[in-house]
């Protein structure tokens, strides 16, 4: 046997043909590294090149000239003066229909100029309080003890006259107070009639004093006669929304005045 041959045992074949396999297997590891590698690299590279041609901000030598805004603080609107306001009569208590004449109760007239009374006031920042929103039976005395219980600025009852049976002329608007509890409650009635007067056109029969149920407050108070029921010209006038809201705008108006002239009032418009 040649010494060749010798060599060539099944044994070194074997280990020849694996160590190849092992070292094909090396080459392609090797290979796919390198090709990963170079993915990197390129993808690094390419990273590179657009940040360097991407504009990078050039500093100011001064600061913004625009500023970002300052929030703007929310302010909450300071309270206005507290008004009770009471419609007259309600609910059994008609109030008066003019001995018969009347279609429409003094009661319904009452409240509808309240309601409007109150919309005015609240729309100016004023906080209003109603003795009843609603056709219901309010006894006097429990007026008085809303009034007086209540932490209130002002008490403006509201009401329509009506003058003796088969008197048909007279007629305007007058505003009651009471000199005995308040010395406020001159001034306010006088404001409120004089523009009642102002808005409707209505007779001015001044300010009275006298002590209805209802004034017996220490608060300033007064009772405000619309109009005449009774009265051929004006009762068709005091049924009527529009000639209702002017008389609320007078109520209004009157007590926007009574408190410029106290210490002035927290108006939106103003």
């Known amino acids: 046997m040649k010494e060749t041959e010798k060599k060539n045992t099944p044994y070194e074949r074997e280990v020849k ?6 070292e094909i297997l090396i080459l392609v590891f090797t290979l796919l590294l390198g090709i990963m590698i170079t993915g990197l690299i390129n993808s690094a590279i390419k990273a590179y090149r657009i940040a360097q041609i991407t504009p990078t901000p050039v500093p100011t ?20 003066p507290v008004v009770m306001v009471d419609p007259g009569h309600g609910g059994i208590d008609v109030g008066t229909d003019a001995s018969g004449t009347a ?27 109603m003795t009843r929103e609603e056709d219901v039976t309010l006894h006097l005395d429990d007026r008085l003890i809303l009034a007086n219980e209540t932490d209130i600025s002002a008490f403006v009852s509201i009401h329509l ?26 001034l306010m ?20 004093d006298n002590t209805f149920e209802v004034l017996q407050t220490s608060k300033p108070a ?19 929304d529009g000639y209702q809201d002017l008389i609320a705008d007078g109520i209004v108006e009157g007590l926007l005045k009574y408190y410029k002239k106290l210490n002035g009032v927290n108006r939106k418009d103003e």
């Open 61 to 80: 030598l001064f600061a913004r000239i625009t500023k970002t805004p300052t929030p703007t603080p929310e302010i909450t609107p300071t309270p206005g």
């Open 17 to 22: 043909k694996r160590r190849l396999l092992l």
């Open 189 to 208: 009635a006088e404001c409120i009639v004089n523009e009642i007067c102002n808005y409707t056109g209505a007779r001015n029969r001044g300010v009275k």
């Open 103 to 129: 279609d429409v109760y003094e009661k319904t007239i009452n409240l509808s100029i309240g309601l409007k009374v109150r919309e005015k006031l609240e729309a100016l920042g004023f906080t209003v309080l």
């Open 222 to 240: 007064v009772l405000v006669e619309c109009g005449f029921m009774s009265s051929e010209t004006e009762y068709p006038y005091l049924k009527d």
């Open 161 to 186: 006259n009506s003058a003796q049976e088969g008197d048909v002329t007279s007629s305007g608007c007058e505003v009651y107070y009471n000199s005995r509890k308040n010395e406020n409650s001159q």
